[in-house]
């Protein structure tokens, strides 16, 4: 059952332990380019495996990870927070403000609820539930019979493979699962909360408010826009961009393309050449 989704994960793991679609911390791996430093300007940036700070916006790319003010995102085994809406493309997890959500095995919380489809367990409020053997315990009272329990209240319900709770009402049925208030459903490869709506279908998964969307190897927030497709990606707000080894942002603008990186503010520029290196605050330009 996650307690918390995030990039402290990624962010955090020293490079030799990191889990894949893991990213280094910029302090970590800002040395790979000395001459910029995140605290001393506006826009930071590293060309290695790239990555990049401008203003509260934060991005790494190899398996692409960023952060845009209330926005951070992780493409590798795909893993985003926006708002108060953390996703995760994999075995599929997210969270939608009160609302935890996993689906491999299928776990989730909402509220007061939570749920884990397997041998299915699931606790709502002073309901705690577990379907294998079958037993749950709702207030003072316990009930099994045969593969058929069932509690009236806010009304708990299991029969078979078949098992839901009404109240706020969360529901399973074989590959079928889903909670309704802001609405939270699955079915097969099929899931969605609807609420501010959240949606997965197969590879595709979408979710409405500020509005976030994935698709195979599609991703997309709009609010200030967030795009990924393939190795094509880029925020829109004060706009960063990353297609395949090209990258920039602009606003103050960062600019990378293969070997080549590029701020302009303070102005820091760097190619792996050794009369293009420099960084001061005269602002310079080198044909290439």
Do not use: Q
Request: proline content about 3%; charged content about 20%; glycine content about 8%.
């Amino acid at each position: 059952m996650p307690h918390s989704l995030g990039l402290s994960p990624y962010m955090r793991a020293p490079p030799e332990e990191a889990p894949r679609g893991a990213h280094r911390n910029i302090s970590e791996i800002r040395g790979v380019w000395p001459p910029c430093d995140p605290s001393n300007t506006a826009a930071a940036f590293i060309h290695g495996d790239l990555a990049f700070i401008h203003h509260d916006l934060a991005f790494i790319h190899r398996d692409l990870a960023f952060i845009n003010r209330v926005l951070a995102f992780i493409h590798g085994d795909l893993a985003f927070i926006h708002g108060d809406l953390a996703f995760i493309h994999c075995d599929l997890a997210f969270i939608h403000c009160d609302l935890a959500f996993i689906h491999g095995d299928l776990a989730f919380i909402h509220r007061d609820l939570a749920f884990i489809h397997g041998d299915l367990a699931f606790i709502h409020g002073d309901l705690a539930f577990i379907h294998g053997d079958l037993a749950f315990i709702h207030g003072d009272l316990a009930f099994i019979h045969g593969d058929l329990a069932f509690i009236h209240c806010d009304l708990a319900f299991i029969h078979g493979d078949l098992a839901f709770i009404h109240g706020d009402l969360a529901f399973i049925h074989r590959d079928l699962a889903f909670i309704h208030c802001d609405l939270a459903f699955i079915h097969g490869d099929l899931a969605f909360i609807h609420g501010d709506l959240a949606f997965i279908h197969g590879d595709l998964a979408f979710i409405h408010g500020d509005l976030a969307f994935i698709h195979g190897d599609l991703a997309f927030i709009h609010g200030d826009l967030a795009f990924i497709h393939g190795d094509l990606a880029f925020i829109h707000g004060d706009l960063a961009f990353i297609h395949r080894d090209l990258a920039f942002i602009h606003g103050d603008l960062a600019f990378i393309h293969r070997d080549l990186a590029f701020i302009h503010r303070d102005l820091a520029f760097r190619r792996e050449h050794p009369n293009l290196n420099f960084l001061n605050n005269e602002r310079k330009s080198f044909l290439i």
